[in-house]
């Protein structure tokens, strides 16, 4: 902690203003590198340590009970670099979670969240080196081993094209009742970032309404898994306008297959297309590096947006693919010699380009084979 006025000593307390609690302590520590010193007593400016106080963590002002105060806590830097955790052990899941919750009531600029479309744990800082120095202390604290990789790109999948009347008609009789359900819908594309919706048009009784939450569900299901290579469809709306039932054979499993099967149909017949997420990237260089920052920028597929001048800095602003962005920091770094900086947050989705799409499909082929 660092002293801000008054004079501190050794065995002694003081309160907790932030959370509104006493603390007591012994050992009063100097820090030298590994080093500790213990000290009697320190004063304004220094930087101390102590150990064991049951409710303090990083941000909160400690204070003398009978004058209170609390100073604001500084604002973090958001986080620059991303990389995925995934346990060596297969058991240690729940321990990651927890033993990283731990570690962010130490390191406010530390953050995790899941990533639902790939499954994935997220941790994010300042940069590799600090990534991998948090990831040392997980490991010395709480016996917890990593292995960290890029994130993967969470891409999805949306159409390009209206298609009307596409019919699929599900039947199936192995002895006994069988299956029979057939569902007629319209399929159009909608604005980016619309999501899913859908209506039901149906007129006369040719499909019992009953029926109708089996339909949305078969295709709610179906949307997580595209036809293009597989990641969720969006931004298209599915109009079920009519179909046929069997007095017996009709069930509602039988409706949640054949949505599912005719959504496939349907994209497919709809020049399905892939979209990659974008992230606004906002850098500030000196001067000297700007031309070479934005051709890198132009490199990865981004769009420069506009630039800034801030002293004898320029803040240059852009969109760019998240994909070509993973491992930004280094580069960065190498480009300006380390005096370069830059914060990136998700801007939109936007279309892969054609020439890239049959790749990502071919990797994504690749990755199922093996």
């Given at each position: 902690m660092r002293i801000f006025s008054g004079t501190l000593t050794a065995d002694s307390n003081f309160y907790n203003a932030s959370k509104e609690a006493k603390e007591r302590f012994g050992t009063l520590m100097l820090m030298q590198g590994k080093k500790q010193e213990t000290v009697k007593r320190a004063g304004p400016g220094e930087i101390v340590a102590v150990a064991k106080l049951k409710?303090?963590?990083?941000?909160?002002?400690?204070?003398?009970?009978?004058?209170?105060?609390?100073?604001?806590?500084?604002?973090?830097?958001?986080?620059?670099?991303?990389?995925?955790?995934?346990?060596?052990?297969?058991?240690?899941e729940d321990k990651i979670f927890s033993s990283l919750a731990r570690l962010m009531e130490e390191d406010p600029t530390l953050q995790v969240h899941r990533e639902?479309?790939?499954?994935?744990?997220?941790?994010?800082?300042?940069?590799?080196?600090?990534?991998?120095?948090?990831?040392?202390?997980?490991?010395?604290?709480?016996?917890?081993?990593?292995?960290?990789?890029?994130?993967?790109?969470?891409?999805?999948?949306?159409?390009?094209?209206?298609?009307?009347?596409?019919?699929?008609?599900?039947?199936?009789?192995?002895?006994?009742?069988?299956?029979?359900?057939?569902?007629?819908?319209?399929?159009?594309?909608?604005e980016r970032g619309t999501g899913f919706e859908f209506e039901e048009a149906l007129v006369g009784m040719n499909v019992p309404r009953g029926f109708v939450p089996a339909v949305e569900k078969g295709l709610n299901e179906a949307k997580e898994m595209g036809v293009r290579a597989g990641y969720p469809v969006v931004d298209f709306k599915v109009r079920f306008y009519d179909g046929k039932s069997h007095e017996v054979d009709s069930s509602e499993m039988a409706f949640k297959i054949a949505a599912?099967?005719?959504?496939?149909?349907?994209?497919?017949?709809?020049?399905?297309?892939?979209?990659?997420?974008?992230?606004?990237?906002?850098?500030?260089?000196?001067?000297?590096?700007?031309?070479?920052?934005?051709?890198?920028?132009n490199s990865r597929r981004g769009r420069v947006l506009g630039m800034d001048s801030k002293g004898r800095n320029q803040i240059v602003r852009a969109h760019v693919p998240m994909s070509e962005v993973l491992k930004y920091a280094p580069d960065l770094r190498s480009i300006t010699?380390?005096?370069?900086?830059?914060?990136?947050?998700?801007?939109?989705?936007?279309?892969?380009?054609?020439?890239?799409?049959?790749?990502?499909?071919?990797?994504?082929?690749?990755?199922?084979?093996?």
């Open positions: 409710e303090t963590l990083t941000g909160d002002t400690l204070c003398d009970p009978n004058n209170l105060i609390v100073y604001p806590v500084p604002e973090t830097m958001d986080p620059i670099v991303s990389m995925a955790v995934q346990p060596k052990s297969k058991g240690d639902e479309q790939t499954k994935e744990t997220i941790l994010s800082g300042m940069g590799e080196i600090h990534i991998e120095a948090s990831m040392g202390k997980l490991k010395r604290k709480f016996g917890v081993e990593v292995n960290l990789s890029p994130p993967k790109v969470p891409y999805r999948e949306t159409i390009k094209k209206a298609v009307t009347g596409v019919v699929y008609r599900h039947k199936k009789q192995t002895g006994g009742r069988g299956q029979f359900a057939e569902v007629h819908f319209d399929l159009t594309p909608l599912s099967m005719c959504f496939k149909k349907g994209v497919a017949e709809a020049q399905p297309t892939l979209l990659e997420p974008v992230m606004e990237v906002e850098v500030t260089v000196p001067d000297e590096y700007m031309g070479d920052v934005i051709g890198d920028l010699g380390g005096r370069g900086m830059f914060t990136m947050k998700h801007s939109h989705y936007d279309e892969v380009p054609s020439h890239l799409q049959d790749q990502l499909v071919a990797e994504v082929q690749k990755e199922k084979e093996d």
